[in-house]
């Protein structure tokens, strides 16, 4: 009973079912625009316990991805690991910053995730619209403050 | 002062997190392609993938289902009438088949060319209906090794050809479709029996034709078939038709796009050939 009421179990757990909700699926409009949500959950987790949700957890969850989502394996554990990095570096900022900078700084992490995302479709020779990888982040900076909200509210009355 | 203390001691920390992972990664990505790591991985835990697809599945299940409850009477009826004369029709077009068949045969052995076996065994197998990442043009579908599939099986659809199976795990296999951009068949012109190359765009709803050349004769509306010269996809099923012809005079070859004559993008259900 002391692991269930332990922050990385019920993480753990947040992130398991965050990894099914990616895999839902949709309409194909949205489909080839949809945000990187269990990114964007990492993101959130990790800003929260930066000590405890860190590259670790960032590694894992991409390989499960790979997996699951029949994409080469390291593709979703190489954007993964540096998108959380850079928010174990800037952390203390980020916490700090209103709802609207916050956006801003979202949108500076997602940057390295554009690219990441690019390159390697580019070197794995995966066919992709650069204006669809855009769209979802923005999308994704669109829908941060309220995620954001969610996951803040979830994280005070449970974990 | 102690703080930030702590801050440096964990950012030295993740550094060397980083530089372990992102190699780990790399690593990972040079050597998938020819060990096939994922691929085992599948294997392996297959009875953990499996349940969750099945949960991911699960709300999509919910809504055809409520959609399906909330179907009128009337609409089913009416449903029901346009299938029986769709069978109508198709089963007197088959009529035609086995006198064409053995027309067929004795026309091959008049040329004293090579009787080609058909396939004879099909079986229906459902999609897993999750999303894959947007750009792949691959597919889920729930019979595995429980129904002895093999890799590089043929998987059609009502239409024309889906693909073919990339990879078998013990009750789920993946099917990479005729679009993915690493795919490619020979095709045959049913017009002029000319063979063509159609590989994949990435684009669902494109394929193109490579290595045609300026003079060749070759029109919008083409059919193309499998010509069975690839020892994966058996003779005679349809692949899709000539869409659009783009001449460059700088170009070696003639710019050809086929659309695909099966739907790939919205089945449930799809047919295995042995």
Redesign the interface.
């Known amino acids: 009973m002391v692991i269930l009421n332990t922050v990385h179990f019920k993480i753990s757990l947040f992130l398991f079912f965050s ?2 909700i ?5 309409p ?1 409009i949205i ?4 945000p990187p949500i269990l990114l964007l959950i990492l993101i959130y987790w990790s800003l929260a316990y ?2 405890k949700i ?3 957890y ?2 894992i969850t ?1 390989i499960i991805m ?10 979703y ?2 954007t993964h ?2 998108t959380i ?1 850079l928010i ?2 800037y952390y ?1 900022q980020i916490r700090l910053q209103s709802n609207i900078n916050k956006m801003f700084s979202l949108l500076i992490i997602l940057i390295p995730y554009i690219f990441m995302s690019t390159v ?2 580019d070197i ?6 650069i204006l ?1 990888i855009i769209f979802s982040v923005i999308i994704s900076v669109i829908i941060w403050p309220v995620l954001f909200h969610f996951l803040r509210i979830f994280r005070q009355k449970y974990v | 002062m102690l703080n930030d203390d702590l801050h440096f001691k964990e950012s030295a920390l993740s550094f060397w997190k980083l530089f372990f992972f992102l190699s780990i990664s790399i690593i990972f990505l040079f050597f998938d392609k020819d060990l096939s790591l994922s691929q085992k991985i599948r294997e392996r835990s297959n009875h953990l993938i499996q349940p969750i697809y099945k949960i991911a599945e699960l709300p999509n299940i919910f809504f055809n289902n409520i959609n399906q409850h909330l179907n009128t009477r009337n609409k089913l009826i009416e449903e029901n009438k346009a299938l029986k004369k769709k069978i109508f029709i198709q089963s007197g077009i088959i009529q035609k088949i086995p006198p064409l068949k053995e027309e067929n045969k004795r026309l091959k052995k008049l040329l004293d060319s090579q009787d080609v076996t058909t396939s004879s065994r099909i079986q229906i197998a459902e999609l897993i209906n999750v999303n894959l990442s947007p750009f792949s043009n691959k597919i889920i579908i729930n019979k595995g090794k429980d129904i002895s599939l093999f890799e590089g099986q043929t998987v059609i659809d009502t239409f024309g050809i889906l693909g073919q199976i990339s990879e078998v795990n013990e009750s789920f296999s993946i099917v990479t479709l005729i679009t993915d951009p690493g795919h490619a068949l020979l095709a045959v012109n049913a017009r002029t029996n000319k063979r063509i190359v159609i590989s994949g765009t990435g684009d669902n709803r494109f394929l193109k034709a490579n290595y045609v050349s300026l003079n060749q004769d070759i029109r919008q509306g083409d059919i193309l078939i499998t010509s069975g010269l690839d020892n994966i996809f058996p003779e005679g099923y349809l692949i899709g038709e000539i869409s659009k012809i783009g001449n460059d005079k700088d170009e070696d070859f003639l710019d050809v796009k086929v659309t695909p004559s099966s739907t790939l993008t919205s089945n449930k259900e799809v047919m295995l050939l042995w």
């Open positions: 990894i099914i990616n895999l839902l699926p949709l194909d489909n080839s625009c949809r930066p000590n860190n590259l670790t960032a590694f991409g790979d997996i699951l989502l029949v994409t080469p394996l390291g593709f554990a190489l690991v540096i990095y174990t570096i203390p390697l479709n794995l020779e995966i066919q992709y619209n669809n």
